[in-house]
Nanobody, 121 residues
């Protein structure tokens, strides 16, 4: 079992920055950030293989978002810069013990409750 608790969401103007945090009860093999806006499908944003720190990013956030981990604090981060209104969404932290590298949410067994990010123009 992995418990995940997100924090750090909020409202910001376009061009601004936010940092999301996800505190885990333990560090699993794979952790990632997903987002889902009302009426839209869930999409993967960034993934990290915690043993090697290999990262994967969705094309829509490359160069703007950075995923990182602090194993001493059992915490995953998502630094979001140059935010755009289209980044507005509920952001979820996800984890899996065995698999990594896939954007399918079905491959992540554990999920947080989500944190809202709103970007105004």
């Amino acid at each position: 079992q992995v418990r995940l608790v997100e924090s750090g969401g909020g409202s910001v103007q376009a061009g601004g920055s936010l940092r999301l945090s996800c505190e885990a009860s333990r560090i699993p093999y794979c952790m990632g950030w997903f987002r889902q806006a009302p009426g839209k499908e869930r999409e993967g944003v960034a993934i990290i293989t915690t043993t090697s720190a290999t990262t994967y990013y969705a094309d829509s956030v490359k160069g703007r978002f950075t995923i990182s981990q602090d194993n001493a604090k059992n915490t995953l981060y998502l630094q979001m810069n140059s935010l755009k209104p289209e980044d507005t969404s509920m952001y979820y932290c996800a984890a899996d013990l065995w698999r990594c590298g896939s954007w399918s949410g079905a491959n992540f067994a554990y999920w947080g409750q989500g944190t809202q990010v709103t970007v105004s123009s």
